[in-house]
């Protein structure tokens, strides 16, 4: 499930910095560089989601 998870969060963070020229986001190693403003609310349904078993 933690890697569910964890796929959930990096792709919907990596969605809105294609959305978004205010936000970066880059992989460093096991690490995820955020710079910028998130939609939270987004990141909250994906996690929601992914634990859930949805989409």
Do not use: C, H, Y
């Amino acid at each position: 499930m933690e890697e569910q998870i964890r796929a959930a969060i990096v792709e919907e963070l990596t969605r809105q910095a294609e959305i978004s020229a205010e936000l970066e986001v880059r992989q460093d190693g096991d690490r995820l560089v955020v710079n910028g403003p998130i939609d939270i609310d987004a990141i909250i349904m994906v996690v929601a989601g992914s634990v859930a078993g949805g989409p």
